[in-house]
């Protein structure tokens, strides 16, 4: 069997650099090296210095690649680093067309830092393939989506978008985070390269900051492979190997998760104190057909509306099981408050726009017995009730 024929969860833990030639270990060793002793004066091994190469982190590279359907993939310090160096690809005086519902440190470095180098953006809505036509000018050179998108899951399509760039000369970065290659393949539906915090879903224990690009063509794969040289963000040999670890559970994690996060996001959709809950497995919420067309589940993280800042207080104090933290992906489940954590970059006027309210909050499931998971909510938000009444009578 060749290995494209092997099912995605077989090819999670049987790569071909996975098991240790010279000794037959399971897992890939962590070569510690900073350096590679040369054994020919005149010819240099496949290795030099570890900025460059390294054999932990190759393995990684090669088997992110694979999963995502790409030539060529890169390991980085961390999700923002992965996404810095895609960015580098652009010259002063290109545009690129964003998201608006972008990820906060993606929204803080096109603002604030690529802004320093003359590279122009427009936040459009991308849900609206009219309007991406409408905005690309002659010198946009990147389209960048994020879908679902974070924390109110907006649905882009990822081959609409796709030909509208290829149309117009420009490449398509997609931030596949929330679905990672299990659920979503956005370099089959057209994208040119794929970007990764792979501190979430694919590392997936809470562990590991790194991030992770794969792109669908060899000629692209090498510049941003010259890039990760240059610019030298890579990631370190035990976090690749954290990661290694971490990604061979990825498809037993996720299903789970996901199968929990459906019932919550049934439970809470049919809770009179929760204002909106927004979960793309919904079929009617709005972006569903595509989501359905393009990916093979719904995910694991799901965003609800509470009337206020205060019940959204009430009900993260009276929370005993989740992590009230940043993050998504892992094996605990994370309960976040997007106004101040993953969006507290974002001024509050260009939250407000995005429907960062006060009283929203998102929940990455996590693998805790889902009983436990509804009972918890169960009595946070009857909590949020008893503080209402108690409020409406002061
Ligand atoms: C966390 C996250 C990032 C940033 O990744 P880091 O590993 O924290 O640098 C980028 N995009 C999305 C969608 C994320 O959730």
């Known amino acids: 069997?060749?290995?494209?024929?092997?099912?995605?969860?077989?090819?999670?833990?049987?790569?071909?650099?996975?098991?240790?030639?010279?000794?037959?270990?399971?897992?890939?060793?962590?070569?510690?090296?900073?350096?590679?002793?040369?054994?020919?004066?005149?010819?240099?091994?496949?290795?030099?210095?570890?900025?460059?190469?390294?054999?932990?982190?190759?393995?990684?590279?090669?088997?992110?690649?694979?999963?995502?359907?790409?030539?060529?993939?890169?390991?980085?310090?961390?999700?923002?680093?992965?996404i810095s160096s895609a960015f580098m690809l652009l010259s002063a005086g290109d545009h690129v067309l964003v998201s608006t519902d972008v990820y906060g440190g993606t929204y803080r470095l096109i603002t604030q830092v690529l802004t320093q180098f003359k590279i122009e953006h427009t936040f459009i809505d991308m849900t609206d393939l009219d309007e991406?036509?409408?905005?690309?000018?002659?010198?946009?050179?990147?389209?960048?989506?994020?879908?679902?998108?974070?924390?109110?899951?907006?649905?882009?399509?990822?081959?609409?978008?796709?030909?509208?760039?290829?149309?117009?000369?420009?490449?398509?970065?997609?931030?596949?985070?929330?679905?990672?290659?299990?659920?979503?393949?956005?370099?089959?539906?057209?994208?040119?390269?794929?970007?990764?915090?792979?501190?979430?879903?694919?590392?997936?224990?809470?562990?590991?900051?790194?991030?992770?690009?794969?792109?669908?063509?060899?000629?692209?794969?090498?510049?941003?492979?010259?890039?990760?040289?240059?610019?030298?963000?890579?990631?370190?040999?035990?976090?690749?190997?954290?990661?290694?670890r971490g990604m061979k559970t990825l498809s037993v994690r996720l299903n789970q998760s996901q199968d929990s996060a459906r019932e919550i996001a049934d439970y809470l959709h049919h809770h009179t104190e929760i204002e909106e809950v927004y979960y793309p497995g919904f079929s009617f919420h709005e972006g569903y057909p595509i989501h359905a067309r393009q990916s093979s589940g719904a995910g694991a993280v799901l965003s609800f509306r509470l009337p206020t800042k205060d019940s959204a207080r009430v009900f993260v104090e009276h929370m005993k099981i989740p992590v009230f933290a940043v993050s998504l992906g892992a094996v605990e489940s994370i309960l976040s408050y997007p106004a101040t954590m993953s969006h507290a970059a974002m001024p509050p006027e260009e939250r407000a726009k995005r429907g960062i309210t006060d009283g929203l909050l998102r929940l990455s499931v996590g693998l805790e017995n889902v009983d436990d998971l509804l009972n918890d909510i169960k009595q946070a938000l009857e909590a949020v009730k008893q503080h209402a009444l108690k409020a409406e009578h002061v």
């Not at 010819?43 to 060529?72: H, M, V, W």
Request: glycine letters at 8%; proline letters at 5%; one cysteine or more.
């Open 132 to 244: 991406i036509a409408r905005n690309v000018r002659p010198n946009t050179k990147v389209i960048y989506v994020e879908t679902p998108s974070n924390p109110c899951m907006n649905i882009t399509d990822i081959e609409g978008v796709a030909k509208v760039a290829k149309a117009n000369g420009c490449m398509t970065f997609v931030d596949n985070t929330f679905m990672t290659p299990l659920l979503q393949k956005p370099l089959d539906l057209g994208a040119d390269l794929v970007l990764h915090s792979a501190t979430k879903f694919l590392s997936g224990h809470s562990d590991v900051v790194a991030g992770l690009a794969v792109a669908k063509d060899e000629e692209l794969g090498k510049r941003i492979g010259f890039i990760q040289n240059s610019f030298g963000s890579i990631l370190g040999v035990q976090d690749c190997w954290l990661l290694l």
């Open 1 to 82: 069997m060749t290995k494209n024929e092997l099912g995605f969860e077989t090819r999670l833990m049987h790569q071909p650099n996975f098991i240790d030639q010279p000794t037959g270990a399971v897992n890939v060793p962590l070569h510690y090296s900073s350096t590679f002793h040369q054994n020919s004066f005149d010819e240099f091994g496949p290795f030099d210095y570890s900025r460059s190469g390294n054999p932990t982190r190759l393995a990684l590279e090669e088997a992110i690649a694979d999963l995502e359907n790409g030539t060529k993939g890169y390991a980085f310090a961390s999700g923002m680093a992965a």
